[in-house]
């Protein structure tokens, strides 16, 4: 079903707020997972609510996106916790629950997961700027409008808000690399999604319920009835030729810029081992990794042999073997959040070579991240025949 | 009884007096291949080969794995970074793994490997899976004259000329 929500006071932000508060005022959900601004930070964190008063503070459609909610939403469900949940997810927020339940980190019984056309994310030193002491009302509302009236072969409607970011010679959007070339920039496989790309924000919202339970959910709200916007999948047509050609801009220059194991270890040479990139991927889901453990704990006398081996040897050491194993064990799962470049303090832009190897690696499982909890990561399972040209020699002589 | 390497520095690992890999910088390209080899099938096959009295290059070093189930790809990874110039995963033909599955498990992981590696110079020919039987002995002694002729026809691979970790 789809039912719709009026806007309030020509309002967005404050339109989703009311909803939230429906949802608790109605006993619809114990608790809403919603991003929110932390005391007067600029900067939104997933927030847990149980009461109405804090609502205020929430901005579920600002362009700040810090912390991927997927893997929270997996620690408040890895085991019963009691209460019926709403959570509100982004797109690529929602592909890493549905893959971290697959791995049998969370669950999506007792759970809502409502999600959302997106609206996209600024880097760090943009958002920074952007927000400045703490985005208002107005900004918000002026990149809500920004985004979703934009269908890439139009000029954004209505004025710039804040600055207007770096030129990325990829689009003209300021938004993070990684949601310039997001494929899926809309809701896929959530029990509730809200469709704004093409819609007259000013009048209505609409919601579609996508699962029996999202269904039940929505009716359990009585809200009014509505309709997929008219525009809209023209505009998801446009947003998807748009990012498409920006991600074969971006996969190409990086297949340029790493294309053989010195131009990986120029790509990541500012790195400084910290490791940012793996906490914060919410696909990186090994309760220890290896490269926290004694195993890389290397007797000292073998650094020396390695720079004999070499003439020289770099530290921290490791770096490229932390990479390319992270590139194995989640090639197929990335579900190209961006996280780990918003995160890198050295400005390594990881996620745009993740995204590019991650495409080509799951197209050769067939496997899209998140798309279908009935759909097993390809590590995880196998066939009796299949992958044939792996096996062998090669060409007989 | 074939070798099994425990040291990790593939070039230093020849050993004394066998005509190991050559320094780099010398004419004659000694490729070194890091084998992980199966307990039941590969390896047993390898010993077969050798009271068999079949002879095979010693450029390639035996890793001994339960199972080629048990080769992460970071094993793998590894190899290639510490300057092997290719690997050699080999275990027990489908439907005969000891622990039923294993070799399949492994047939996805080195192909994962194989969309990965390529796109950072490693050529997928430097990265194989067989399967070849604990009866085998002539197969591997086979596998591996062939295996070491590709390799020397590639040339060695750039972990091997730069420290690239």
């Keep these: ?397 | 009884m074939p070798e099994t390497v425990m040291n990790t520095d593939p070039v230093s690992a020849a050993s004394p007096g066998s005509q190991g890999p050559a320094a780099v910088g010398t004419d004659v390209f000694e490729p070194v291949i890091i084998a992980f080899v199966c307990n039941w099938c590969t390896y047993t096959a390898a010993d077969l080969a050798g009271t068999s009295r079949l002879s095979y290059p010693d450029n390639v070093r035996l890793v001994r794995v339960m199972c080629t189930g048990m080769v992460d790809t970071q094993y793998v990874i590894k190899a290639f970074l510490e300057g092997a110039d290719a690997v050699l995963v080999s275990g027990c033909h489908p439907g005969d793994c000891h622990y039923i599955n294993g070799n399949y498990k492994a047939r996805r992981r080195i192909t994962l490997l194989r969309q990965i590696l390529p796109r950072f110079g490693i050529d997928a020919a430097r990265l194989r899976l067989t399967w070849i039987g604990a009866s085998d002995g002539i197969e591997f002694a086979r596998t591996m004259n062939r295996f070491v002729t590709q390799i020397k026809e590639l040339g060695p691979c750039q972990t091997r000329l730069h420290a690239v970790i």
């Excluded at chain 1, 609206?119 to 107005?138: F, H, I, N, V």
């Excluded at chain 1, 991600?247 to 990986?264: G, I, S």
């Excluded at chain 1, 798309?371 to 062998?392: C, K, Q």
């Design chain 1, 1 to 397: 079903m789809i039912a719709s929500l009026e806007t309030r006071d020509k309002s967005v932000t404050r339109t989703l707020q009311g909803f939230f508060e429906k949802i608790l005022d109605t006993g619809a959900a114990d608790a809403v997972l919603v991003p929110s601004r932390v005391s007067d930070s600029s900067f939104v964190k997933p927030c847990l609510f149980t009461r109405t008063g804090g609502l205020s503070r929430t901005l579920p459609l600002g362009p700040g996106f810090f912390v991927n909610a997927g893997p929270m939403v997996s620690r408040l469900t890895r085991t019963p916790g009691g209460g019926r949940m709403a959570v509100w997810l982004r797109p690529c927020e929602t592909r890493a629950f549905v893959e971290l339940t697959k791995l049998r980190q969370g669950s999506r019984d007792g759970v809502i997961l409502i999600s959302m056309d997106c609206p996209m994310a600024l880097s760090r030193e943009d958002y920074e700027a952007w927000a400045g002491k703490g985005p208002d009302t107005g900004t918000v509302e002026a990149w809500i409008r920004r985004v979703y009236q934009k269908t890439g072969s139009r000029e954004p409607a209505g004025p710039e808000p804040g600055p207007p970011g770096t030129e990325s010679g990829i689009g003209k959007w300021p938004v993070s690399r990684a949601c310039q070339v997001c494929d899926t920039p809309w809701p896929v496989n959530a029990d509730v999604s809200v469709l704004l790309l093409g819609s007259d924000l000013d009048r209505t919202i609409s919601l579609r319920g996508d699962t029996e339970k999202g269904d039940a959910f929505l009716a359990g709200l009585e809200l009014d009835a509505g309709r997929e916007p008219e525009t809209r999948k023209t505009v998801m047509a446009d947003l998807e030729t748009v990012h498409g050609s920006a991600f074969q801009a971006m996969d190409a220059a990086v297949q340029e810029q790493t294309h053989a194991m010195d131009r990986l270890a120029a790509f990541f040479s500012a790195c400084i081992n910290c490791h940012n990139c793996r906490s914060v991927c919410p696909v990186c889901y090994c309760r220890e990794c290896v490269f926290n453990t004694d195993a890389l704990d290397h007797d000292p006398g073998q650094y020396l042999a390695w720079a004999g081996k070499w003439g020289q040897v770099p530290l921290p050491f490791d770096t490229l073997f932390y990479h390319l194993t992270r590139m194995a064990h989640i090639g197929c799962t990335c579900v190209g959040c961006g996280q780990c470049t918003l995160a890198c303090p050295s400005h390594i832009p990881v996620a745009d070579l993740f995204i590019s190897v991650s495409r080509a690696a799951r197209a050769a499982f067939d496997y899209v991240p998140g798309r279908d909890d009935a759909e097993p990561l390809p590590l995880s399972v196998f066939r009796e025949s299949e992958f044939s040209d792996t096996v062998g020699m090669g060409e007989v002589p």
